[in-house]
């Protein structure tokens, strides 16, 4: 096929170089920041027998309205604010300027959280972090999906 003349190969050979001045030649218009600010919550999610858990949220500020969020869960005994919280804080405010919500939370009677904490992955463990799934796709601001 021609176009103009010429063959559809240097036709779009002639416009490709067209297209590279052009956007070599242009002011440079510096692109918006896609970073989410956020913020640093310190909350309790009740379990079904009254316990609390200790959570530690990173919410970032929706830049409309009604914007949701997907949530990333850390859910471990003694690690919300232990010696690591100054090391991991950076690692996770990168989440937090990209657009998830980071939720830090300590097991029953772990950290900050009320209870007793027996044995690792005990079924009461399971059967809370389970609510702490349920609980955090629900709020307002989460989009239904907690990993």
Known sequence: ???????????????????????????????????????????????????????????????????????????????????????DNPFLADFGRRGFVVARVDIRGSGSSIGVFRVEYSETEMLDGEEVIRQLSEKPWSNGNVG
Not at 29 to 58: C, G, K, V
């Open 1 to 87: 096929a021609e176009y103009m003349g010429l063959s559809s190969r240097t036709f779009y050979a002639l416009l490709q170089m067209l297209l590279g001045l052009l956007l070599l030649t242009s002011p440079a218009i510096p692109a918006p920041s896609q970073d989410y600010a956020f913020t640093i919550s310190y909350e309790t999610l009740t379990m079904p027998d009254n316990t609390t858990l200790a959570a530690t949220i990173l919410l970032p500020t929706p830049k409309f309205k009604d914007e949701k969020f997907p949530v990333l869960l850390e859910y471990l005994p003694y690690r919300k604010d232990d010696s690591f919280v100054m090391r």
